[in-house]
């Protein structure tokens, strides 16, 4: 039985669809205003029908490569047989390929005139990625003044600013992983950045427009182990970016309270935490026997000194993506210290890039798979419904710079990468109670998502955007589907909390958690490699890497051409 409240909210959401509605009516009646151009960029905001979309569905043509023309290439560069500048000239190891459907699955398929055909999946369903690649809202604006940090060839970013700036403070590690993309302690020699390399780093980010808010991601091998890691941590903030993470095993913040509270108080607002699964065995790969009780002691650190926690899992299939429901409900159990769920179906790289056909298909775990595995192994969440590609945020944001205006001096975060990268769903969940429920079940997303571009398009006045936003989220809420607990307030709060549309403060670490709901964003972000490398996801990447030769795609970078092996070679120490 519903509570009373229920039927008032109910209330108030039929008389906010009408009064979308009147308000509508009027606004068609007056030309949409002109985009403006912001002071976080050159170029002027994107209408919807002015964002380009690279090509999707089936079957299509894109631009690949060859593995082994890839690896032969590499090696070259890295003897010194050939200068690497040679990447920005020409397409080395460039092979044509096609997606298409086969048996209700999505393939990719190309032919190397030297060293034949390779095949890899990309989808155990077409529906799911019809799905969701008809979700994609189109790219962002193109990025600018960016000339001397995007020139990378073919590998070359090209659109959007990003959310995750990467930045490999060391390729020291304190564990020995497989799979690893770092490859870290393999390669023979120590890459670390100097402090002035770092600053040179961060600094340079500020100049590519559009200046977009991004989350600093200091990784490595093991970020901890670099000696400016604090500091670091404190430059980014000092700067002006509001959010700062480390990718980190969590050894250091488990060993030291004090280091975790340490980092806090430098800024670091996210912990992007290596966890394979519930249990010692799980993690037993790691060769560290108690492994997942050290994670549990980093957990219980960093939250208590005010960092929130990203769990981060590589997931390969019939080895362990059977722990994807015991991470979720791991995540469920413990809703007031988890606050975002980042599964990574393998890439193989590094010591994986002369995989076997047959182990590389045996294992190839897709974004598919994933939604699959959650409702099967979980019990929630249809694929073909709950699931969408994470750039669908991206219209979220629109809406934020159009509230906040040209006078703003950075745009919103924006993850507008291709809709073959990443997807999400998530789930509201009681920190005290732990009653759920999927957002996607009691808020009609597809329809929320089309009413913020009708409201992006029409670029009225900061209050009419506000209000128009309001109205557009009470309409498509559903209280009667979302936990019987959870009010019109906490879903409002919920909303600004994360678009900043009142300007309130929510504070910072401890202080912001004072709201009794998580919203738990579980995700999952497939990174490409040689075998399924698709160049129209590269010029879209949100996760460049900021590096001494300029900011490169994460894919690029890790396992594509392969850039981190060519420029830590050149800058080793």
């Given amino acids: 039985m519903q509570r009373p409240v229920k039927y008032v909210e109910k209330g108030l959401t039929k008389a906010a669809a009408g009064m979308w509605n009147a308000v509508q009516y009027f606004n068609a009646k007056k030309a949409p205003n002109p985009s403006f151009t912001p002071n976080w960029s050159e170029k002027p905001m994107l209408k919807t029908w002015e964002k380009s979309k690279p090509p999707l569905g089936w079957p299509r043509q894109t631009d690949s490569l060859c593995p082994k023309c890839v690896r032969e290439a590499r090696e070259a560069i890295l003897n010194g047989e050939v200068d690497y500048k040679i990447l920005k000239s020409q397409k080395v190891g460039e092979v044509k390929a096609t997606i298409l459907e086969r048996d209700n699955e999505i393939w990719m398929v190309k032919d190397c005139p030297i060293h034949g055909r390779i095949e890899d999946i990309m989808a155990i369903d077409s529906k799911f990625l019809e799905h969701i690649e008809s979700n994609f809202p189109g790219r962002d604006i193109r990025a600018h003044n960016d000339k001397d940090l995007h020139n990378h060839g073919s590998s070359t970013v090209k659109y959007g600013r990003g959310s995750v700036l990467t930045v490999d403070l060391t390729n020291r590690c304190n564990m020995m992983c497989d799979p690893c993309f770092m490859d870290a302690n393999q390669v023979g020699f120590v890459h670390e950045l100097e402090w002035d390399e770092i600053k040179t780093i961060l600094d340079n980010a500020m ?17 901890t182990m670099s000696p400016y890691f604090i500091k670091a941590v404190q430059y980014a903030r000092q700067i002006g970016f509001n959010s700062v993470q480390a990718a980190t095993n969590g050894i250091e913040f488990a060993k030291s309270k004090e280091f975790a509270e340490l980092a806090a108080d430098a800024g670091l607002r996210y912990a992007y935490l290596q966890f394979d699964g519930i249990g010692n065995e799980p993690n037993s790969h790691r060769k560290i026997g108690n492994l997942f009780d050290v994670k549990l002691k980093a957990i219980e650190n960093m939250h208590s000194a005010g960092t929130e926690i990203i769990l981060v899992t590589t997931l390969v299939n019939n080895v362990n993506n059977e722990e994807v429901g015991p ?16 599964f990574q179906p393998v890439s193989f790289t590094g010591r994986d890039e002369e995989i076997t056909d047959e182990r590389r298909l045996r294992q190839r775990y897709t974004l598919s798979h994933l939604a699959r595995d959650v409702k099967q192994q979980v019990g929630i969440t249809e694929p073909n419904r709950d699931w969408f590609p994470i750039s669908i945020m991206s219209s979220f944001a629109d809406a934020a710079d159009v509230a906040h205006g040209p006078q703003a001096t950075w745009g919103q975060v924006s993850c507008g990468c291709h809709p073959n990268c990443g997807v999400g769903t998530a789930l509201m969940i009681n920190k005290q109670t732990k009653e759920m429920a999927p957002v996607a079940e009691f808020i009609n997303v597809p329809q929320f998502v089309q009413d913020i571009r009708t409201i992006t398009d029409s670029a009225r006045s900061a209050k009419m955007t506000n209000f128009q936003m309001g109205l557009a989220l009470l309409k498509n809420y559903h209280p009667e589907k979302a936990p019987s607990s959870f009010s019109l307030f906490s879903l409002l709060t919920k909303f600004d909390k994360s678009f900043g549309l009142s300007g309130k403060n929510y504070g910072k670490g401890v202080a912001r958690r004072n709201d009794p709901w998580n919203f738990l964003f579980v995700a999952g972000m497939w990174f490409q490699d040689l075998f399924n490398y698709d160049f129209r996801r590269t010029e879209m990447c949100i996760i460049p890497y900021g590096t001494q030769e300029g900011e490169i795609s994460f894919c690029a970078y890790n396992t594509g051409i392969g850039w981190r092996n060519i420029i830590e070679k050149i800058h080793m120490t």
Avoid: C, H, L, T
Avoid at 207 to 223: T, Y
């Fill in 327 to 342: 991470i979720i409900r791991f995540a469920m159990d413990n809703p007031g210290k988890v606050a975002f769920i980042a």
């Fill in 207 to 223: 100049k590519i427009k559009p200046r977009r808010q991004m989350s600093v991601q200091f990784s490595g091998g093991e970020p």
